[in-house]
């Protein structure tokens, strides 16, 4: 189970950048933002960039929420033109036995975001992560207790928008050391469109709170090392569970009650994944080795441990800090792709220029008074909103193309809606 060496630097490194935004509004935010609660956890971590000419820093828009309570801090809202529902799951795989807990097996807490209907507003917004466990995540940065998280846009346990087909679906893996949260920008934007998306905290690399208050963080040792293969591990029992849902079945541990009409809401012919780094990489794996998983995109993955086999299913890379021209296992994997395949790359993006750290540090920087020269050495040179938009924009236009059939020209070529958004032949 390899893992690139910088992956416990670069995870320690966002949690210090997110911990710099959050602080910040622990002084001024109200609303929205939420105070952190005192916990102790279930598990304690002992977790063990390149430098750009400077520019100025747009910060992506704020949601209609934030606005309204007067936050400091938000995700962008979505586009599409649903609301978005979403409910959290417990998921027991019964065929991975638990290390710690011996006759016990491998729990996973997830998430399905999905477009709902009827009056949401009834539906109290889900933070971006659980207080309890953000104090735990930024903590292992080295901050203090008194820090907020912002809301997002999905509405706790709102009811499920339907048509007459169902929803296609799309898996998120996060990267190491970190949360199902942490790219929670695209995964509503994907909802708000029609989508039905699934995220993941892998168990022992993911800091993640069990419905009983008890939480779990990263393990650094042998016994629970967790490498790509290990997370598209959890992605293939992921998709066993979107097809129970899809036959009408709930698959949460404590049968806890789902939104109404999410069973057999969900399409289980039509299922993508995607992920961030080392999350993108196990996205690759997964495909490799289950069928049902039909399209696929990596979100600046490294690659390793190199991938050998073919792919024959469509495949989008967005790279950043590990290009083909850069990254040999890039550039092998690369190789491999003998279906649609497509690699594109931002000017002036960094590792963590696609996610949802882009967004807080752009926020943080003008009431820090961070200078324009050092927006770059934490989150690219890339501007912000445009970041914003870039993530927005194309996973939407890749699944709704190998998901949906919907033909976006987005994919076609360079596109002047972003001239800054290279293709890489």
């Given at each position: 189970?390899?893992?690139t060496?910088?992956?416990?630097?670069?995870a320690?490194?966002?949690?210090r950048?997110?911990?710099?935004?959050?602080?910040v509004?622990?002084?001024?935010?109200?609303g929205?933002?939420?105070?952190?609660?005192?916990?102790?956890p279930?598990?304690?971590?002992t977790?063990?960039?390149?430098?750009?000419?400077a520019?100025?820093?747009?910060?992506p828009a704020r949601?209609?929420?934030?606005?309204a309570?007067g936050?400091?801090?938000a995700?962008?809202?979505?586009?599409g033109p649903h609301?978005v529902?979403?409910v959290?799951?417990e998921l027991?795989?019964?065929?991975r036995?638990?290390?710690?807990?011996?006759?016990?097996?491998?729990?996973?807490m997830?998430?399905v975001?999905?477009p709902?209907?009827?009056?949401?507003?009834?539906?109290?917004?889900?933070?971006?992560?659980?207080?309890?466990?953000?104090r735990?995540?930024?903590?292992?940065?080295?901050?203090?207790?008194?820090?907020?998280?912002?809301?997002?846009?999905?509405?706790?346990?709102?009811?499920v928008h339907?048509?007459?087909r169902g929803?296609?679906?799309?898996?998120?893996?996060?990267g190491?050391?970190?949360?199902?949260?942490?790219h929670?920008?695209?995964?509503?934007?994907?909802?708000?469109?029609?989508?039905?998306?699934?995220?993941?905290?892998?168990?022992?690399?993911?800091?993640?709170?069990?419905?009983d208050?008890?939480?779990?963080?990263?393990?650094?040792?042998?016994?629970?090392?967790?490498?790509?293969?290990e997370?598209?591990a959890?992605?293939?029992?992921?998709v066993?569970?979107?097809?129970?849902l899809?036959a009408?079945?709930?698959?949460?541990?404590?049968?806890?009650p789902?939104?109404?009409?999410?069973?057999?809401?969900?399409?289980?012919?039509?299922?993508?994944?995607?992920?961030?780094?080392?999350?993108?990489?196990?996205?690759?794996?997964?495909?490799?080795?289950d069928?049902?998983?039909?399209?696929?995109?990596s979100?600046?993955a490294?690659?390793?441990p190199l991938?050998?086999?073919d792919?024959?299913r469509?495949?989008?890379?967005?790279?950043?800090?590990?290009?083909?021209?850069?990254?040999?296992?890039?550039?092998q994997?690369?190789?491999?792709l003998?279906g649609?395949r497509l690699?594109?790359?931002?000017?002036?993006?960094?590792?963590?220029?696609?996610?949802?750290?882009?967004?807080?540090?752009?926020?943080?920087?003008t009431?820090?008074?961070?200078s324009?020269d050092?927006?770059?050495?934490?989150?690219?040179?890339?501007?912000p909103?445009?970041?914003?938009?870039?993530?927005?924009?194309?996973?939407?236009a890749?699944?709704?193309?190998?998901l949906?059939?919907?033909?976006?020209?987005?994919?076609d070529?360079?596109?002047?809606?972003?001239?800054?958004?290279?293709?890489?032949?």
């Amino acid at each position: 189970m390899t893992t690139t060496p910088t992956t416990s630097r670069e995870a320690l490194s966002r949690r210090r950048l997110l911990g710099t935004a959050l602080t910040v509004g622990a002084a001024g935010a109200v609303g929205a933002a939420l105070p952190l609660a005192t916990t102790t956890p279930a598990r304690a971590a002992t977790a063990p960039a390149a430098t750009a000419p400077a520019r100025a820093a747009t910060t992506p828009a704020r949601s209609a929420a934030a606005t309204a309570t007067g936050s400091p801090f938000a995700l962008p809202e979505p586009t599409g033109p649903h609301p978005v529902g979403t409910v959290e799951l417990e998921l027991v795989d019964g065929s991975r036995p638990d290390p710690d807990n011996p006759g016990r097996f491998r729990r996973l807490m997830a998430s399905v975001w999905y477009p709902a209907r009827g009056d949401v507003d009834r539906y109290p917004l889900a933070p971006w992560m659980h207080p309890d466990l953000l104090r735990v995540f930024l903590a292992d940065g080295g901050y203090p207790a008194d820090l907020v998280g912002p809301l997002t846009s999905g509405h706790l346990g709102a009811p499920v928008h339907r048509t007459g087909r169902g929803l296609p679906v799309v898996l998120f893996s996060h990267g190491a050391h970190d949360h199902r949260a942490d790219h929670t920008v695209i995964v509503q934007e994907l909802a708000s469109h029609g989508f039905a998306v699934v995220t993941v905290d892998h168990t022992w690399d993911a800091y993640s709170r069990l419905p009983d208050g008890r939480l779990l963080t990263p393990v650094f040792d042998r016994q629970h090392m967790m490498g790509p293969k290990e997370f598209a591990a959890d992605l293939h029992f992921l998709v066993d569970c979107v097809e129970q849902l899809a036959a009408g079945q709930n698959p949460d541990a404590e049968r806890r009650p789902l939104p109404a009409g999410l069973t057999e809401a969900l399409d289980a012919s039509r299922i993508g994944a995607f992920g961030w780094s080392k999350g993108g990489t196990a996205t690759a794996y997964a495909m490799l080795g289950d069928q049902r998983i039909k399209a696929g995109l990596s979100l600046d993955a490294p690659m390793q441990p190199l991938i050998t086999a073919d792919l024959d299913r469509p495949f989008l890379m967005m790279t950043a800090s590990f290009p083909r021209a850069q990254d040999p296992a890039a550039e092998q994997f690369w190789g491999h792709l003998k279906g649609w395949r497509l690699n594109v790359q931002a000017e002036g993006a960094v590792h963590s220029s696609y996610g949802d750290t882009e967004v807080f540090v752009a926020q943080a920087a003008t009431l820090l008074g961070i200078s324009p020269d050092q927006v770059p050495e934490l989150i690219g040179t890339i501007d912000p909103a445009r970041a914003v938009r870039i993530q927005q924009a194309y996973p939407l236009a890749f699944f709704g193309r190998h998901l949906c059939g919907h033909r976006s020209r987005l994919l076609d070529g360079p596109s002047r809606d972003f001239p800054e958004v290279t293709y890489l032949p």
